[in-house]
């Protein structure tokens, strides 16, 4: 029974997939049931709080955002694999500058490129993360840290699970590329909050 919880529960939510790899990194990912929020849920910052584009000066990156929902069997939906420069956010969860975490997902690489979210691993406690909603408004997270996490541990609770501010969770792939499997053995997660 723990077993089955554990797949469940704590799986990889952040299924990146690099031109190489043509499925999802772990078909078990979602987060769970308590960690999806509606878009129109109140929160600080008025307004329409659907993002339209995500940039990071630091390192640099910027990028629209494609909404991501949950494919058919429960693992998330990541942007379009044939480009890796495309960003995307988890449009079950709050939108930019609600309560709660606001999650982007992208690609760190394809067969012949970087992707939008390559230099993730480089973001430092401080660096700025701006994001622009449909209403004309910009929303600025600061990074508060930067993880690498197995993607058979991934922690599901700490990137979907509640927090009482509004913060951000950028996701891509990150670690060894593991040849066989075709995918990258771990994910690159940065926590970060409203400014």
């Known amino acids: 029974m723990r077993t089955v919880l554990l797949v469940l529960w704590s799986a990889v939510l952040m299924t990146v997939v690099v031109a190489a790899d043509t499925r999802p990194v772990d078909a078990r990912s979602a987060p769970p049931p308590a960690a999806t929020h509606a878009v129109e849920a109140a929160g600080p910052v008025p307004g329409d709080p659907r993002p339209r584009a995500i940039r990071i000066p630091s390192i640099p990156v910027e990028s629209t955002l494609v909404p991501l929902g949950l494919n058919p069997d429960g693992t998330a939906e990541v942007p379009p694999v044939e480009d890796a ?22 690609h760190v690489d394809s067969h012949t490129e970087a992707g939008v979210f390559y230099r993730l691993r480089d973001l430092r406690p401080g660096d700025r993360v701006e994001v622009d909603r449909v209403d004309g408004s910009r929303v600025t997270y600061v990074v508060d840290r930067v993880e690498t996490a197995p993607k058979d541990h991934f922690p599901t609770e700490a990137v979907y699970g509640d927090v009482p501010r509004p913060e951000i969770r950028l996701i891509t792939c990150g670690g060894a590329f593991d040849e066989d499997a075709r995918s990258y053995e771990d994910n690159v997660i940065v926590y970060g909050h409203l400014r």
């Open 85 to 106: 420069e495309q960003a995307g956010w988890y449009r079950l969860g709050p939108g930019a500058g609600e309560v709660g975490p606001f999650v982007v997902l992208g």
